[in-house]
């Protein structure tokens, strides 16, 4: 257990510490947060690879008290350092995958084209690759009794994480804040395309028993047909339906607890800031006009806890980077109340025979 009698966590946030200018080692640590710098697959802006290094740097001007949880921070929350060669592996195919989706936007076919076959081939591998990495790395970390979070990075890093909950926790369900369906299948071609990451953990990962998607308001024909034919197993509450809902007297209150009413005993939470009002993530990969503000968002993430409901890991994914380092602070605020969060999901739940 780190010493904290010397830290004042009403100073300034010392940046030789780790996130939030906090004193922690990985060893110290309850929660680890594991950076994942990819961004193979975007369709728009690039950036996101680099998000994780931004939001460390602005972390430290992240005020340590939260009253939702005020000394959660004290259970230790540590961010492992950028691994610079999935980095590099990154750049190295954003730069094929650039050349690829050009030529295939043109109507070109690929099979005319022998280093477009190759460029998608690689590609591929590398999402296989990159899947592996995360898939271990975060398996490590469980195995070692952490809880764990993941920093993006474009949204296809998920899919390692939630199979190797999967295998910890058993069957789960995942609560999906996004502007997308992601259940687009090998969209682009790309098998482990950002734009998939759902549709392959609904087809790879058997104890993914229910998918609850919100704020999604950008979608194609293939994706709702998914959703329509799954049984009940993806629910997705359109933006549109939110808002009209709310236009017509209906509470966030009352919304927000039927969402979370779908939804198992163990909860992962996926959230893509695209989720989100544009003007909180104004260079997000793929910004789409609408969204939520980030407390309605938040209030939901608690409402899990008020539920009984475990939450077993999270995501914080596609934070952007731009001229200036406002979608760093604002993924930073985030990333500090969902890791407060997680900490008051995890304090025991009293029952009526406590008191």
């Not at 004193?23 to 996101?48: M, N």
């Not at 047909?225 to 017509?248: A, P």
């Not at 914080?316 to 602070?329: C, P």
């Amino acid at each position: 257990m780190a010493d904290l009698s010397n830290f004042d966590p009403n100073a300034v946030g010392n940046p030789n510490n780790n996130i939030f200018g906090l004193p922690f080692t990985e060893a110290d640590a309850r929660l680890v947060i594991l950076p994942v710098p990819w961004e193979v697959t975007v369709s728009c802006g690039a950036g996101t690879a680099r998000a994780a290094d931004h939001v460390f740097k602005c972390s430290t001007q992240v005020d340590l008290y939260d009253s939702d949880m005020p000394d959660g921070w004290k259970q230790g929350f540590y961010m492992k350092e950028t691994d610079k060669r999935l980095l590099l592996k990154s750049d190295y195919l954003r730069k094929e995958a650039e050349l690829y989706i050009d030529y295939i936007s043109k109507g070109e076919a690929i099979e005319k084209n022998k280093f477009m076959c190759k460029s998608l081939k690689e590609i591929n591998e590398g999402g296989v690759y990159m899947n592996q990495w995360v898939y271990e790395q975060s398996k490590n970390l469980l195995a070692k009794g952490k809880l764990v979070g993941l920093l993006g990075g474009d949204h296809s890093i998920s899919l390692g994480f939630m199979k190797a909950l999967a295998e910890k926790h058993g069957d789960f369900g995942v609560l999906q804040v996004d502007a997308h369906c992601d259940l687009r299948k090998g969209y682009e071609n790309f098998t482990y395309s950002h734009a998939s990451v759902m549709y392959n953990a609904l087809n790879e990962i058997p104890e993914l028993i229910r998918l609850v998607q919100v704020g999604v308001r950008d979608f194609c024909q293939e994706e709702w047909d998914l959703v329509c034919n799954s049984n009940g197993r993806v629910l997705t509450y359109l933006d549109r339906w939110i808002k009209e809902k709310q236009y017509e007297g209906e509470t966030w209150k009352r919304i927000a607890e039927d969402i979370i009413e779908q939804l198992p005993q163990k909860v992962y939470i996926s959230f893509d800031v695209d989720g989100l009002d544009r003007k909180l993530c104004p260079n997000t990969g793929t910004p789409v006009h609408g969204g939520f503000e980030s407390e309605e968002i938040l209030y939901l993430f608690k409402k899990i806890t008020a539920s009984g409901r475990e939450i077993i890991g999270f995501d914080l994914v596609e934070i952007g980077i731009g001229a200036t380092d406002w979608d760093s602070v604002v993924g930073a605020q985030l990333l500090w109340r969902m890791c407060n969060l997680l900490m008051k999901n995890q304090q025991p739940k009293t029952t009526a025979a406590d008191h």
